[in-house]
């Protein structure tokens, strides 16, 4: 089966002076949340990511600004531009990420599956065609 490259996770946003959005196991995340990490005051116009996950999932939003999100499972590459609290993506593993059109405002929050761990990253492009190509 073709499994989809780009999942929206849409999550419920309550009105209550402000807007207050939440997220939780199983309803919206698919997976249990090990790790929380945000990425607050990037560096305009320098992208982000460029790396896939051997098996780390993730659930990313953009709380603030907005963010262009390529993915690419090897195969098929596809664009989205975030730019609301309540609509996030699922980044699965083997799927090439990169983040771009950030400015200093965007604010990123990511739920992730698995604690960190620097050799989950495939970090080599060629790298990560064989190990897609291989496994999708
Ligand atoms: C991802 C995208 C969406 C840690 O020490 N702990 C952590 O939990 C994380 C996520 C990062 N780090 C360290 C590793 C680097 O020294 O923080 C530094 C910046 O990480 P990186 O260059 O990987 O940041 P991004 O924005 O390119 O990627 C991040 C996540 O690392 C990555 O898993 O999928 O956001």
Redesign the pocket.
């Known amino acids: 089966m073709v499994k989809k490259l780009v999942k929206f996770v849409k999550v419920p946003k309550i009105k209550d002076d402000g807007f207050l959005c939440f997220a939780q196991n199983p309803d919206q995340i698919p997976f249990e949340i090990k790790?929380v990490?945000y990425?607050t005051s990037?560096v305009a116009g320098l992208?982000?990511?460029?790396?896939?996950?051997k098996k780390?999932r993730?659930v990313?939003f953009c709380l603030k600004g907005k963010v262009r999100m390529v993915l690419n499972n090897g195969r098929k590459k596809s664009e989205i531009v975030l730019s609301s609290p309540e609509k996030g993506i699922m980044?699965e593993p083997k799927t090439w990420?990169e983040?771009l059109d950030m400015n200093e405002n965007t604010v990123?929050l990511?739920l992730?599956s698995k604690?960190?761990d620097?050799k989950?990253?495939i970090r080599n492009y060629d790298e990560f065609l064989r190990i897609a190509r291989t496994h999708t």
């Open positions: 790790r990490y990425i990037p992208p982000r990511g460029k790396h896939a996950h780390t993730q990313l980044i990420h983040m990123l990511v992730a604690r960190y620097p989950d990253y």
